[in-house]
């Protein structure tokens, strides 16, 4: 079985910084990750795309966060990283991570969600 376990939410003043770690555990049977993608959803609103890095390096980020959010990810470790400067109000929300996973004996990638983590930017 393939989890993802986001880390690194919490509390933080505007204009502040927080990292989220997004690491795929079961380990033993990922032959491979494509994408990997970060995602937020805040109170009546629809889970919006944040940032997504392919296993090459290529990365997209949304409008609203360019130039200060930074994806990055340690394919050897199968992990994942947001690192998030000069936070808004607006960016409070919880933030799930995903990823495109093949397994051993398996053709194709099914994809994965974290259980997400809440991220508030309040003074």
């Known amino acids: 079985q393939v989890q993802l376990v986001e880390s690194g939410g919490g509390l933080v003043q505007p204009g502040g910084s927080l990292r989220l770690s997004c690491a795929a555990s079961?380990?033993?049977?990922?032959?491979?990750?494509?994408?990997m993608g970060w995602y937020r959803q805040s109170p009546g609103k629809q889970r919006e795309l944040v940032a997504a890095v392919t296993s090459g390096g290529s990365t997209n980020y949304a409008d609203s966060v360019k130039g200060r959010f930074t994806i990055s990810r340690d394919s050897a470790k199968n992990t994942m990283y947001l690192q998030m400067n000069s936070l808004k109000p607006e960016d409070t929300a919880v933030y799930y991570c995903?990823?495109?996973?093949?397994?051993?004996?398996?053709?194709?990638?099914?994809?994965?969600w974290g259980q997400g983590t809440q991220v508030t930017v309040s003074s």
């Open positions: 079961g380990t033993g049977s990922i032959f491979s990750i494509n994408v």
């Open positions: 995903n990823a495109g996973v093949r397994r051993y004996y398996s053709d194709n990638y099914d994809l994965y």
